[in-house]
């Protein structure tokens, strides 16, 4: 019955994964324009396909006491997307990675993109016109 981060990062080195954006699009003068961004988390997974609903259902029950919200997929795979979740999951875990396995939290996690309210001036990017790939600074 106990669970803490330690263990939580043995599951994660062996079965884990991190979702890493470095982009996203928006449309800027008219035109649909990929926009470059630091590499951020966009979600923690765990692949856990092969244990039966009754362990998953346990799984995301402990992460909830750790206070991570997590969903399932259709593919029976723990996910963790939440921006609060994923911060508390960062610094939980952290600690307890082996410096080999550190290659899984290579990005820090971020609050989601509000790219609605991001403007050309305010994002402080450049813009490749003929591929319309925006970079920024």
């Known amino acids: 019955e106990f669970f803490d981060f330690e263990m939580l990062s043995i599951i ?26 630091k ?13 039966d609903e009754e362990s998953l259902q346990n799984f995301q029950e402990a992460l909830s006491k750790l206070g991570l919200e ?11 997307s ?3 979740s994923k911060q508390r999951f960062f610094t939980g875990v952290h ?5 080999s396995m550190l290659y ?11 790219s609605e309210r991001l ?4 994002a402080k990017c450049v813009c490749d016109s003929p591929a319309h790939v925006m970079k920024c600074i």
């Open 119 to 122: 403007s050309e001036k305010d």
């Open 39 to 51: 590499p951020v988390v966009n979600f923690y997974e765990f692949c856990l396909e092969s244990f």
């Open 82 to 84: 939440k921006s609060a």
């Open 95 to 99: 600690p307890f990675v082996v410096e």
């Open 12 to 37: 994660f080195q062996d079965d884990g994964r991190q979702n890493i954006i470095s982009h996203y699009n928006s449309i800027i003068n008219g035109h649909k324009t990929r926009v470059e961004t």
């Open 70 to 80: 997590s969903r399932l997929t259709k593919r029976n795979r723990v996910v963790i």
């Open 104 to 114: 899984k939290l290579s990005a820090l996690p971020s609050l989601k993109i509000d």
